[in-house]
């Protein structure tokens, strides 16, 4: 029901802009969250926003490089990466969470996409 879009293979210092989109599901009802996961971690919080969209939080290892962004009207919500390094390298995910405050947990999200690969490369 969630669909990632926009990985891809970069070098560093290099952006990307992931999107999510879903159908049967009005992002306006529900926080937006980005995780990531890495090969053999655990999938690990990048940051959310809330269903009103008036609070944003990120992960120390992104802040003041990554951004979210929701645009209701079109069910759409974004990631905007840059300054990209090797370390964010990861299959990312988007994930809705019936919570108005959304969470830092995997546990605090109802609804997850497949996923979308991240390459950085130095």
């Known amino acids: 029901q969630l669909v990632e879009s926009g990985g891809g293979s970069v070098h560093t210092g290099e952006s990307l802009k992931l999107s999510c989109t879903a159908s049967?599901?009005?992002?306006?009802?529900?926080?937006m969250g980005w995780f990531r996961q890495a090969p053999g971690k655990e999938r690990e919080w990048v940051g959310h926003?809330?269903?009103?969209?008036?609070?944003?939080n990120y992960a120390e290892s992104v802040k003041g490089r990554f951004a979210i962004s929701k645009d209701n009207a079109k069910n759409t919500f974004t990631l905007q990466m840059n300054s990209l390094k090797p370390e964010d390298t990861a299959i990312y995910y988007c994930?809705?969470?019936?919570?108005?405050?959304?969470?830092?947990?995997?546990?605090?999200?109802?609804?997850w996409g497949r996923g979308t690969q991240v390459t950085v490369s130095s």
């Open positions: 994930a809705a969470s019936r919570r108005p405050d959304g969470g830092r947990d995997v546990a605090a999200f109802d609804y």
């Open positions: 049967g599901r009005t992002f306006a009802l529900y926080a």
């Open positions: 926003l809330s269903r009103s969209g008036g609070s944003q």
